[in-house]
């Protein structure tokens, strides 16, 4: 049974640092504002708003992003979550592919998520019918604790930005890459170093990569602050067939060209991610 929206359970905010913030930004604009006078207002409008707009993505935006995300994805037999968190994207992955089995990886902190913790996915995955097919691993990202070529899907939603260096973010591309089957699809969600991710893809052979905008379902405070979406396989070796198609946002965000065996959807302007498949 496919779950569309948000799933049963509870998968909390991410980056909860980033609400409170801007909350507390529009607060003292608002006392400016009253202190030193109505130029201080804009100012607090805004981040007010951030905090809007920021909660409607991160509680019920994003599982409206990654059904359009899943809807555009071929069937998998095995998927890993990178960044998994409390399980959203695993959850819907199981739930839209009804004979995937499907692994999420984690170092649980909770900076990256309110309430992260392995059981807390876990009662999420039961709760929505599909915990005998997801299992909750904790695992570094840039090392990740897993065979080669042992998935046909890897996703990362808003994660692997906490990787702060640069090194150990290209890193972490590379990780994904070892893991995934010989043009296996991957759907990289992020707020930041997406141009990063493209550029690492291409660098080590991922072949065909294109970004589509998503829509109002990605901003995270607003459509300067969007999530930006990569996706790309690992290489399958020769004679990969090259299908260009124009692809349009559910939230009516923009075109995505999918060319070959990579999707790049841009979120930088409010967008999610697409998807490609690989000619064999």
Not at 21 to 26: F, G, H, N, T, V
Not at 66 to 91: F, K, N, Q, Y
Not at 125 to 141: I, S
Not at 247 to 252: C, F, L, M, W
């Amino acid at each position: 049974m496919t779950l569309r929206g948000k799933p049963p359970g509870q998968y909390g905010v991410d980056a909860p640092y980033v609400p409170i913030l801007s909350a507390l930004a529009a607060v003292v604009c608002g006392v400016l504002a009253v202190v030193l006078g109505p130029g201080w207002l804009f100012p607090a409008v805004i981040f007010g708003a951030q905090v809007v707009i920021y909660l409607h993505t991160t509680l019920r935006g994003k599982f409206a992003a990654w059904d359009g995300v899943l809807d555009e994805l071929a069937e998998p037999g095995t998927v890993l979550d990178v960044g998994c968190g409390r399980g959203m994207v695993a959850i819907k992955a199981a739930s839209r592919f009804d004979a995937a089995k499907v692994t999420g990886v984690d170092l649980w902190r909770s900076r990256d998520q309110s309430g992260n913790d392995p059981a807390v996915s876990a009662k999420n995955a039961a709760d929505a019918g599909v915990g005998d097919r997801v299992e909750f691993v904790t695992g570094d990202m840039t090392e990740l604790p897993l065979p080669d070529d042992a998935f046909d899907l890897v996703t990362a939603n808003v994660s692997i930005q906490n990787v702060k260096d640069r090194e150990l973010r290209r890193q972490t591309i590379e990780e994904i890459l070892r893991v995934g089957r010989p043009g296996a699809e991957i759907a990289i969600v992020d707020m930041q170093y997406t141009k990063q991710y493209e550029d690492d893809l291409r660098a080590l052979g991922a072949e065909g990569v294109s970004r589509r905008t998503l829509g109002p379902s990605g901003w995270f405070g607003g459509p300067w602050a969007a999530s930006p979406a990569r996706a790309g396989p690992r290489p399958a070796g020769s004679g990969v067939a090259v299908d260009r198609q124009p692809h349009r946002s559910a939230d009516g965000g923009g075109d995505a060209l999918i060319v070959g065996g990579v999707a790049v959807a841009d979120m930088d302007r409010g967008g999610l991610l697409d998807h490609a498949h690989e000619g064999q």
